[in-house]
């Protein structure tokens, strides 16, 4: 067994050397960093940089579309990727195509699906077709605050078959009687799903609820690759601030801006985790 251990602990250490270089130390070295003034002396200038960063209007409107975009798109795709796993479980025989088909948007270049969106987005684009037909104006959804929409949906798309892959492999461990003897006693699709289902996959649900969160917290990429570097004011999110200022040069407010939403999302995965611990308390 000890053998057993000592070859195992040799095969982990290339990654762990690579996550220690790449990762571990830039991340204690960017604290320091984020505590100097960034000139040629590199002289310690304690908090000034994130008493600066918080009194940034520009970073606390990133900051406040990043939160507001997260706690709307992570929740949503968390509950439709659930129903839609569900469903697909409910007509097990007729979804093989359907299971097949649904991490096709997240295997797809991001490239691709921005032209994507761009065409069915643009003001003379099938959406606004839509609208006009039904009697209603066009909207410059590339443009305004209306951007959010667009942004939101393509998140969805992209991200839902992953979630929904996780969510179908949980299913599967779950007895098939339980929902035969639900059925026999009259209970609908939903009542199954959020009685039988949901309580038996809280581990597998946790984590899709936490990897939506983190895709979530990452979609800049997808209000860049629509609106830019300066995208309208509903939709400049923190990462759009910190690409900005790093390519000022102004790299103690780049740490120090990433340092702060650190400690933003260790609190935010610290409270999930500790619900979850509830949950199975509750369920135990």
Request: aromatic residues 16%.
């Amino acid at each position: 067994m000890f053998t057993k251990k000592k070859s195992v602990i040799l095969f982990l250490l290339p990654g762990l050397a690579m996550l220690l270089v790449f990762y571990i130390v830039p991340f204690i070295g960017g604290i320091g960093y984020s505590l100097t003034d960034g000139s040629y002396k590199n002289e310690f200038v304690g908090l000034a940089n994130y008493r600066s960063l918080w009194g940034n209007q520009m970073f606390l409107l990133g900051l406040k579309n990043t939160m507001e975009l997260s706690l709307i798109c992570a929740p949503l795709l968390w509950v439709l990727s659930f129903l839609l796993a569900a469903a697909l479980g409910a007509i097990k025989p007729h979804g093989g195509f359907f299971r097949s088909s649904v991490l096709l948007p997240y295997l797809t270049p991001s490239s691709a699906i921005l032209l994507v969106w761009l065409v069915l987005f643009d003001y003379g684009g099938p959406v606004n077709r839509v609208l006009a037909a039904l009697g209603m104006e066009r909207v410059m959804w590339l443009e305004s605050a209306s951007l959010r929409l667009p942004i939101i949906l393509m998140f969805l798309w992209k991200n839902m078959g992953f979630c929904l892959i996780i969510f179908l492999a949980a299913l599967q461990a779950i007895p098939q009687p339980l929902y035969e003897y639900a059925t026999l006693e009259g209970a609908g699709f939903f009542t199954r799903a959020f009685r039988i289902t949901l309580p038996l996959i809280t581990p597998s649900a946790f984590l899709v609820f936490v990897l939506a969160w983190i895709n979530a917290f990452k979609i800049f990429k997808e209000v860049y690759f629509i609106a830019g570097a300066y995208p309208d004011y509903s939709v400049y999110t923190l990462q759009n601030y910190m690409n900005n200022m790093f390519s000022k040069l102004n790299y103690q407010l780049v740490t120090a801006a990433a340092y702060s939403f650190a400690v933003i999302v260790f609190a935010v995965f610290g409270v999930l985790f500790f619900l979850q611990r509830r949950a199975a308390r509750g369920l135990s």
